[in-house]
């Protein structure tokens, strides 16, 4: 729509669906809420009432506009959540009305209410508070499957992990931790390798720099790692890959080299190298009850005390653009949450399909409007509400014209 004719209207979180959307992708302030209107859940799905969701890097990606695109497709911001079931559909067994559940859907979780599949949501143990949840499911089950499913860790394991401050680095580094393994992560940032060495981790060096392959190299004897969990592009990727021993498993978690295309040489896997690439919100349809799996173990073991709830940055999500800016700034630790409120009012933009078509100040003219289809047309108009309308003929009207315009006034 354009500006003019953008209507908003005043809802209430605690019964209307609002979702969050950014109107000029790469205006970050340009995000607002957009008014949608809350459907039953089909079979196999449910609806949840969002209590609070997070910030994942390609929500960076979007706001800023540089999300892959397809065509067709629109992604939206918020693949995880966590809140209280509303409605469950037919078929549905694992969850039903009031169950406090986390998980992941594709149909953006900035929202006041989400539609789910019941195999990408999980009912929450008992211990796990509903209010951080929604920090665990994308990064955790990407942390797992990347290193349980794929790399098959264990306790003899030397494995590096990226960005290890971060959302996924926090989980991955306990889940090897609690594997086992000995432990290697880069940091981008003083603060963010002081916060590492906090976690006790021993080995920690500078994901900005190149040096972190050859220090390594240095530090276990010229062996290298067994793991490495990337998220670095370019030159730093190649790096790493180099950085493995005999065996080795690289798995990618990052998009930028995917989606570029980025030429690989083959020479490092002389040494019975495997590579993985992992992206979550494809496995949601690719292999849906692999996802539940997942969810079912983070959760599980994180209510056991096996894992830790990551560290949390709270924002209201009325404040989502100030979040947006810290995590894209790499300005956090841990993983930034969007607080969603059921109470007070608030405005949203009506989609255009809400939106009148005909204005009630605008003027409109039809040719030929005394005959009997510009007649019509008039009449059709009139009951839009239009404002104005101008009939052009090359002849007066006639007696049953007369009554029609009549009948429109």
């Known amino acids: 729509l354009r500006a003019e004719d953008r209507r908003s209207t005043v809802l209430d979180p605690a019964s209307d669906g609002m979702r ?37 890097f390609a929500d960076v990606l979007v706001a800023f506009g540089r999300y892959p695109s397809f065509d067709g497709y629109k992604q939206q911001l918020g693949l995880d959540f966590a809140g209280v079931v509303t409605a469950v559909g037919p078929g ?9 559940v986390a998980g992941i859907s594709a149909n953006g979780c900035w929202s006041t209410f989400v539609l789910c599949d019941e195999r990408h949501a999980v ?16 990064v955790a089950a990407t942390a797992w499957y990347s290193l349980h499913d794929l790399a098959r860790i264990s306790p003899t394991d030397k494995v590096l992990i990226h ?9 991955a580094i306990a889940i090897a931790r609690a594997a086992g393994c000995e432990i290697f992560a880069t940091a981008g940032s003083p603060e963010r ?17 190149l040096d972190f392959a050859d220090e390594i190299r240095r530090d276990t004897g010229g062996y290298g790692v067994d793991v490495v969990l990337n998220s670095l592009p370019g030159a730093a990727q190649r790096a790493g890959l180099e950085l493995l021993a005999f065996g080795g498993r690289f798995v990618e978690i990052g998009k930028r080299d995917i989606y570029g295309d980025t030429r690989l040489g083959l020479f490092p896997f002389r040494k019975n190298l495997s590579l993985y690439a992992v992206d979550l919100a494809l ?24 894992l830790p709830l990551p560290p949390t940055t709270h924002f209201p999500i009325g404040e989502a653009a100030a979040a947006v800016r810290l995590v894209g700034g790499a300005g956090h630790t841990g993983k930034v949450l969007l607080d969603v409120s059921h109470h007070g009012q608030s405005t949203a933009v009506l989609p255009p399909e809400q939106v009148a078509v005909f204005r009630p100040d605008g003027s409109y003219i039809i040719t030929g409007g005394l005959g009997g289809l510009g007649l019509y047309l008039a009449g059709k108009l009139a009951e839009a509400g239009c404002g104005r309308i101008v009939l052009t003929s090359r002849s007066a009207p006639n007696a049953e014209a007369e009554a029609a315009i009549a009948k429109m006034r």
């Open 163 to 171: 960005s290890g401050s971060g959302g996924v680095g926090h989980a």
């Open 20 to 56: 969050l959307e950014v109107r000029s992708p790469g205006d970050v302030e340009s995000l607002e809420f957009n008014a949608f209107t809350r459907v039953p859940p089909g079979p196999g799905q449910i609806e949840v009432s969002v209590t609070a969701s997070s910030i994942n």
């Open 283 to 306: 496995l949601t349809h690719s292999h849906p009850e692999t996802v539940r799996r997942l969810l079912t173990t983070v959760y599980q073991q994180i209510a056991d005390g096996v």
């Open 92 to 100: 549905v067994t694992e969850h039903k009305v009031g169950d406090e």
């Open 193 to 209: 390798r002081q916060v590492l060495h906090d976690m006790g981790i021993e080995h920690v060096y500078d994901s900005r720099s």
């Open 123 to 138: 009912t929450l143990p008992s211990g796990v508070p509903l209010q951080e949840a929604a920090a665990v499911p994308a």
